[in-house]
């Protein structure tokens, strides 16, 4: 897609101001939309939801296979300043460090839905038990100003027999928050003065002459920040 502009952010700016009122993009018909209408996912047989008392981020799904449940929470927040994937990633893995057993596993790339993501999975012993293993991944989706944060976890044992679940789930993920305003900026912006093109990704980065970094657009404001 290109777009043409004399300045950047003049032109940005309008369009900023026009996407604010528009709806955000529906879900498809059978799938699970939140109640904020942030994300929607389509729930394979025997999911349900399982929300947690005060939790306003988002929304946790949960199945049992043979006795042992298999958890689905998706969480949903602004992303900070040129923030990526890695760091939503370590904020997400903190508090397992402290856990005995914890092991680190690895990063690699991935996709939720139709953008790209990156998944980590690492493990902790449940309950301190050495013999009973929690296995855990998470995937990391930043997209139109939004971290969306999958994070998947069961026995270690049990893993196979969600696989196919969780990939359909996972395939059919749709991040809505911030898509209203953020869809109409992304793409080239060609400069007419033959300066440096700008490039708006759908995952909050931008790329300008030698400049890239994050993006974000608030407010009528289009901000951009390098590094």
Not at 112 to 128: D, E, I, Q, Y
Not at 194 to 223: C, M, S
Request: one cysteine or more.
């Amino acid at each position: 897609m290109q777009r043409f502009i004399v300045v950047v952010l003049v032109v940005a700016v309008a369009l900023i101001a026009a996407a604010t009122g528009r709806a955000e993009s529906k879900c498809p018909k059978n799938d699970y939309e939140d109640t904020q209408h942030r994300f929607c996912i389509h729930l394979e047989s025997g999911w349900q939801l399982a929300p947690l008392p005060g939790d306003t981020s988002g929304m946790v799904f949960k199945k049992t296979v043979d006795g042992s449940p298999g958890v689905l929470r998706v969480s949903v927040r602004p992303s900070k300043a040129s923030e990526g994937a890695k760091q939503a990633l370590d904020d997400e893995e903190a508090g397992a460090k402290d856990e005995l057993g914890y092991k680190r596993g690895t990063d690699v790339p991935d996709s939720v839905g139709s953008m790209a993501a990156t998944k980590r999975t690492f493990s902790v012993f449940a309950n301190g038990d050495k013999d009973v293993v929690r296995a855990i991944e998470v995937y990391a989706l930043p997209a139109f100003g939004f971290v969306h944060v999958l994070h998947f976890e069961t026995v270690e044992k049990r893993r196979g027999s969600f696989t196919r679940d969780l990939d359909r789930m996972l395939a059919s993920y749709v991040p809505l928050a911030g898509k209203g305003t953020y869809a109409t900026l992304v793409g080239t912006w060609i400069n007419m003065s033959h300066g440096p093109d700008l490039v708006l990704n759908e995952d909050a980065t931008f790329k300008l002459g030698p400049l890239q970094g994050g993006y974000g657009a608030d407010g009528g404001l289009l901000r951009l920040c390098p590094g």
